[in-house]
């Protein structure tokens, strides 16, 4: 009789269970070839310190990328003294054929290897309701809901960002960006 609960054959061209997905470390070249696809951000760059790539028979299905977190202070959790051993996932993206509940599978190893490597005082992260994310799977992975992120501004000239430097006198226009959904794991 064969047990339903477990798969005992590869799942085929789509995996067919989380828990076949193989992690490991991967370079920031494959982390943003993938992202250019599968991320919606596509090619917009940002620095991360370590990736993870989560394997199924050997193809990429997914990569999260960790780095030190945008925010310089987090009221009742670091400052720009005591920030050391806090990250911030800067992006996860998985392709289409990934499993249901990968995701957070995915997540959850991704942390235990970044213990391995770093000393970790806590994880930060956001969704971007603008693009139809409202944190599920962090919420499944036993992240806190903080609340949204504080209104700011993005400089926007020929309908483009402008990232840094001055922008006085260059014509362009203050635009509001969205509020993101803040969660955080201790």
């Not at 911030?88 to 970044?114: G, Q, Y």
């Amino acid at each position: 009789m064969q047990n339903e609960l477990f798969q005992e054959l590869d799942g085929g061209e789509n995996p067919t269970s989380p828990l076949q997905m193989i992690i490991r470390e991967v370079n920031s070249f494959t982390a943003f070839n993938f992202y250019q696809k599968w991320h919606y951000l596509k090619d917009t760059e940002f620095l991360a310190t370590i990736h993870y790539g989560a394997y199924f028979e050997n193809i990429c299905r997914g990569v999260i990328s960790f780095g030190s977190p945008n925010a310089k202070r987090l009221r009742g959790f670091y400052n720009e003294f005591s920030q050391k051993g806090w990250f911030e996932i800067k992006r996860l993206a998985m392709d289409n054929t990934a499993p249901k509940n990968s995701e957070s599978r995915f997540i959850a190893i991704s942390i235990k290897k970044l213990k391995k490597t770093f000393k970790v005082k806590g994880i930060v992260t956001l969704a971007d309701p603008s693009y139809g994310h409202k944190g599920t799977i962090y919420k499944a992975s036993n992240f806190k809901y903080l609340g949204l992120t504080a209104q700011k501004d993005d400089y926007v000239l020929n309908g483009k960002k402008i990232q840094r430097g001055k922008v006085s006198g260059m014509g362009g226009q203050w635009i509001p960006r969205s509020r993101k959904h803040l969660f955080i794991l201790v």
